[in-house]
């Protein structure tokens, strides 16, 4: 790459680093990127240099995989209801311990080992996240809770003070119960409560894809009012529906945009936030 | 209680409230205040009220129940050196997350449920804890840690917000190794590096006795140069030496004074600290 | 006492200094506990340790017997009409001496000596009050004023610096003449410009009672709206009236409470304040 | 006068105003200035227009005239030792009243009545004087008191506060008896305590002279180190010996100058301050 | 003149002074002023002297005869339409450099070399003058602009660091054209900004006369809603209309007067703003 | 270029973007990056950019050849001395009206037509360059002057509001006497008393070569200890010795590094300051 190049590379994204400081980006953390190491090491990259130019990065975090090996362990048996986790009291005590002690105290050790400040925290923390247990007609998965506020003070408390947070997404409610929480919906609840510039979900696809057999339909933008449409047509389906949802639930209450990019792409985060081309599918308000 | 005696209490609880009003107290919290539930809400009661009234109340916790417990679960099998549990990397696993994150989360989920606002942490979380494996002569602890240097900024961070600082005693080192940290040490080096104005230790004895079998020959003061002789005189014995060591050590640091109390009475800390009375054994320089 | 009883008192109170913290508490002093030696100490170490601990404390006071034994000593003849004695010039002049430069000084010195930091001010220092002749058709009660408005900043300076402000209630008018005012009136429109929390009037008696004849009938809390029955009922009489008119008018102005408290029990102020019991008769707002 | 001419005094007059600006002055009020009705509104208004270009006064007064009228009104006969007045307990009460209560709230109210804002302050307010009996051996002068130190923090509020604090010079030892107190004395110690810009002692003369009967012989300027050789050759004698040592007294501790000027003349403080003339004596360090 | 006469130009000024304390002031140099030596010297000192007693001064220039002397020097020619020099490329360029560069640094020298602390501005720096071409049916002036808004936080940031700015009227466009702007004009939309106190014109008349070959029959002060009155009735005509028109415009945007005063009089802006007399005629809101 | 070649050159810039963050850089423009329009658009782009990250930028400009031209056409002879200019006092006046006047507002309105916010200053303004007659035995420059002191408070006034200072090096004595300065020099000097970060000097080679007629063979990195050296061995000669002379004199005083960048590449400011490249020629202290 020769010398203007170069230069085009940080002209283009100057301007980017000046729009994003002291702002605050959620990035919700998971898949592939989670479990090969070389991602995780980009990604973890990405997000202390974004951090040391003055931009406020929250990790968000689930852990499927880590759970049922320690589940597995412990031989407690894991049972399925429409696809979802039936969470009893015992199981809920190792989701904590799993997710809260294990992957977010190894998250924030990972951050710290490589020159980042980072402070691992729960919904239980600073009474971050108020939730219930979910309710649906005719099924009980346990406790698997459902966030009804948020208050982010204790993430703020530490963006104030340089920290990388990173969260756990399980709670507690009054009476001391544990709640598992979806890492997703968590994830966008916050960005809308901090009212973030950016919520990024890592995911394992491209992106929305117009042909799904054809990465070069790529639909680089969104208006979350075209949502219930392109769920009709199929392009929004399966898997990809809670985290298009929570996009669509940050952005309608004030996050500025919400974009799903590929996490098998090393680097991917800052590809997204700092160059013209952009990464993945973003959803913005008309 | 008649009218005068109420206002008793008051006359000379006010003086040591403004005495610690704004100051820093480390609690170490163990033993049966930690088993007993009636003991333990009658701790984070106080906790919880102490820092209502503007003291800023540090909670340093361990868990040895907890861990053999969980690790009998994973049929991992408890070997003993010298009486320290040798903890392989497996174990140090598992400590990391019943500490970090069953103990730990549990604690501020009760301090939150009590009207408190509390902030769990581990000696990872902003670099909190520097450690290095602990080295002896001829033997292989394994993954236990020794502190090297203490950075409080997280935990003064926690306190100038206002939160109730929740510290579990594990750490993590530069290769990303977890280590298991004696409590009391990590209370006593904590307590040094806030400059803190009491360290309370909460044991299960009544304090130390001049005659062991007889509890009215309580010591109620102890200069920190007395206690090698103390020792020698079998004053200072078995268990109790780790945590006097931490409370000389405490002091010699700068902490002004610390104390250890009996933990099997209730509310032990609130008489300790706004009573003329006082309780336990206090170790202060000359 | 045992140490239960005392972690009881204590467990009690700290939510009241809590509640207290920072905010305006006005004590109007006067009876028997401004005559008797005893009642005085306990008064002036309430009020120093209310202070202590960050709650803001301003006095108030009158001092009818020292003006009479003044005025007798200079051969100046006491006149009064329906009561209120009739105050001329010279009279008015003795009045300021003797409220603002014997009882005031006396009082700010006596609160220095035992360890407070107190300022004496009247109604002319800071322009705290605006008065104007007292006006009642076909009477003239000389130099007796009443109160246009406050001008509270004086006295918020002097808690805002940490001290306990000392109020002697005499004023002057635009044309420099000295007027003497009502203590408990003033006392009531001082805490009501302060918004204070808190307006405590002490009395000789045991606050307000069903029966009069009968203590044990005492009414501890009454709301404002009920006190014009009351007065008919003849529940409240005599000298309560000013009183009592001061506390309701206080509380419709916005203080939180106005107690009249038994000032012949020794601190009473700090059992109304910290603990569950109270003390007297608190009127507030439905 | 022209328009040249006033340009001229203004031009002259600003740099003065910005030299003093945000400075501290003390003016002891005393002398013909003091009864004199013209004078003394001259010299108030100038206090207020000075306080109104943001210069810091105090003004420090005593009242002699005053307490002996008092006195006499109550039959307490006047003892004098050495031209000092002997005062008992009664007659150290009667001082208080008469400088706290009435000339002290009379001057307050004199300058809040033509636009300013006072506070009045006696020695025991903030505990602002601290006092022991004078000693002098062989002699008693009963409660006449020495200061032994200065906290100026009370003014020093005031002054932080917009308001021109007016100080009467009696005090309280801790016993809670009163003192008097000389009011140049004090005048020079608290300017030399908030280490003033400016000393202003008011006198009933035209300033030192060379030859006493010849006022055209004013020495504009002394260096404090030449006062005691003036001593000797009868410059400097009689009733002036005081106020000079204050003077004196006030520049070795840090005061920048300290000036007596003749009150008998309208306006001698802005004429001193504002001026190229100056007026009277000035006393410097060399 | 006296000590008395003295002191009342002081007791005059000093309200003034509080008045305009902290309050900005813009000052349209020119005319005579500007050419005579003496009178600029006059000027210039006012200016220094006023912003030393912290009134913030602001002063705005034009430079016309040392434009003329530049042109002639280069060659070249001026041409005028309707009494108004029309401006090429080549001729805005040459004032760009006079007032930007000869007359604006010349002044700020000045003001420099006589112990104040100006800094030198145009309408480009900081973006404070937005101007487009002047447009006007049937002629073309060339490069004269028309200001259609003013960000004055260039000048309030110097004024905020203590500086006296010092403006030329210059400006450009976003395509990069300088534009000459007159100078009237200019000054009253600067001070209409800035809501300042006082838009001072100087000019080379006494002021508006009744009878304008009688100065005994001066305009002191002028209603803004007469001015069109005025104006019918000829007295206000000719060169001084553009001035007072800027008075006008200024005063209903918000400044609090505007005034013209007569620059020939030496120091005649501090006997406008510092005494009673006032000079030259004000213009306010009725 | 593909994506993981833009991630390194973020990877690479970000932590340098962190390292210059609300640092101060000084740029000396000059050579063919003033003359060439591509070139100058390149580098007001890169200031601007630099600026929107939080750099702190200031430019410091001479303005040779604009100079000669205006001579030129006013028919103001150039006489030379040793190379240097003779500048009288009519050539001082032209020198500053084109440099203050047209040149430094030209480029402060070409900065602020492309969205940056810039202030034109020259070291007159604010007192900034205090300058004497340059002093040659046996020659006589005239009106040169040489730098005895710089004040930056208007620079980091100008820097404290996110403006981007540009510099004219003229400035004024006491007398009001202009003078030229020497614009590397100038810059050097600012640099040092700013205690920037970076001085770069934009010049019109690539940097120092051991073989001057080899490209391949620069000198990336100098300490300033081997200039000496380096001059005797002709490395550094002609017309680069004020320049590098202006870096040894910067690093001496406290600049951390001082460096001669080519200014015929585009962003070569950028490419310098933000990529592991760098550009030029660095001097650097041991």
Known sequence: MDISQK?????????????????????????????????????????????LVGIKVVLVHGGGPEINEMLKKMDIESKFINGLRYTDKETAEVVRMVLAGKVNKGLVGYINGIGGNAIGLCGTDGNMLCVSKKQ?????????????????????????????????????????NVYNINADTAAAMIAAELKAENLIMMT?????????????????????????????????????????????????????????????????????????????TMFVQE
Chains 1, 2, 3, 4, 5, 6 share one sequence.
């Open 204 to 280: 394992d696809i491209v992106g929305l894809l117009k042909d799904k057999d054809d990465p070069s339909t790529l639909i680089p933008k969104v208006f979350v009012s075209d949502v219930p449409y392109m769920k009709k047509q199929g392009i929004i389906s399966g898997g990809m529906i809670p985290k298009i949802d929570g996009c669509v639930e940050a952005v309608r209450r004030g996050v500025k945009q919400a974009t799903i990019i590929d996490g098998r792409i090393p680097h991917s985060i800052l590809i997204e936030m700092l160059s013209n081309e952009g990464a993945g």
């Open 136 to 176: 649906e007609e005719g099924v009980d998965y346990g406790y698997v809770g459902e966030i009804e506020s948020v208050n982010s003070k204790a993430i703020t408390d530490c963006l104030k003070e340089g920290y990388i947070p990173v969260v756990a997404t399980i709670a507690t409610d009054k009476e001391g």
């Open 7 to 51: 230069a085009k590379v940080l002209v283009d994204a100057l301007p980017y680093i000046k729009k994003y400081f002291d702002k605050t980006i959620v990035v919700k953390y998971g898949g592939n990127a989670m479990i090969n190491n070389e991602l995780k090491e980009a990604v973890m990259s990405d997000i202390v240099l974004l951090n």
